[in-house]
Antibody, heavy 118, light 108 residues
């Protein structure tokens, strides 16, 4: 069974940093691109960052460019999102999702909540 | 970026009704469209991929159609478990794989 388990969310002050993790199991992690998608309270879904299966190529939404870094450790089956210079508008539930070119996001984690407040 | 527009934003219906949600893309995405269901406090769940293919385990009362720029998600006979928010998403042009704003399906 595919499992994605996020962790690392919490309360952080504006301008602060946080690192999210997503532990994957039940599939060959190194064969899949992985994405982060977020959802602000009461709002819709927003793509944040993506990384290729080998970790070489990364892509960030314009809203987080220069502040967030996505990376992965295929030896540990773990995806990461380093978030810096956090703003109140970054406050959201952050989901990791497995991406497949046929199915798009076919598996999601349960999410980890990031709260940005002074 | 490709913009995705869903309608309606909110839909009120009763158990047993047939409902349809529409999703329009700002440019052609062929059939690279997915539909997700999200319940409060839960992660989204993939229902339909490639516009009309039903994900494994999804009830057959769900169906998708369309290509190019106009797509629909239909539920043939609403069940109590179907009241949720539905999102379309294009995965033709990246980045980003943009989502529609969501359609909240509520009980009439």
């Amino acid at each position: 069974e595919v499992q994605l388990v996020e962790s690392g969310g919490g309360l952080v002050q504006p301008g602060g940093s946080l690192r999210l993790s997503c532990a994957a199991s039940g599939f060959t992690f190194s064969r899949y691109a992985m994405h982060w998608v977020r959802q602000a309270p009461g709002k819709g879904l927003e793509y944040v960052s993506a990384i290729s299966s080998d970790g070489i190529s990364t892509y960030n939404a314009n809203s987080v460019k220069g502040r967030f870094t996505i990376f992965r450790d295929n030896s540990k089956n773990t995806l990461y999102l380093h978030m810096g210079s956090l703003r109140t508008e970054d406050m959201a539930m952050y989901y990791c999702a497995r991406y497949d070119s046929t199915w798009s996001y076919d598996n999601w984690g349960q999410g980890t909540l990031v709260t940005v407040s002074s | 970026d490709i913009q995705m527009t869903q309608s309606p934003s909110t839909l009120s219906a009763s158990v047993g009704d047939r409902v349809t949600i529409t999703c329009r893309a700002s440019q052609s995405i062929n059939n690279w469209l997915a539909w997700y269901q999200q319940k409060p406090g839960k992660a989204p769940k993939l229902l339909i991929y490639k516009a009309s293919s039903l994900q494994t385990g999804v009830p057959s009362r769900f169906s998708g159609s369309g290509s190019g720029t106009e797509f629909t998600l239909s539920i043939s006979s609403l069940q109590p478990d179907d009241f949720a928010t539905y999102y379309c998403q294009q995965y033709s042009s990246f980045p980003p794989y943009s989502f529609g704003q969501g359609t909240r399906l509520e009980i009439k």
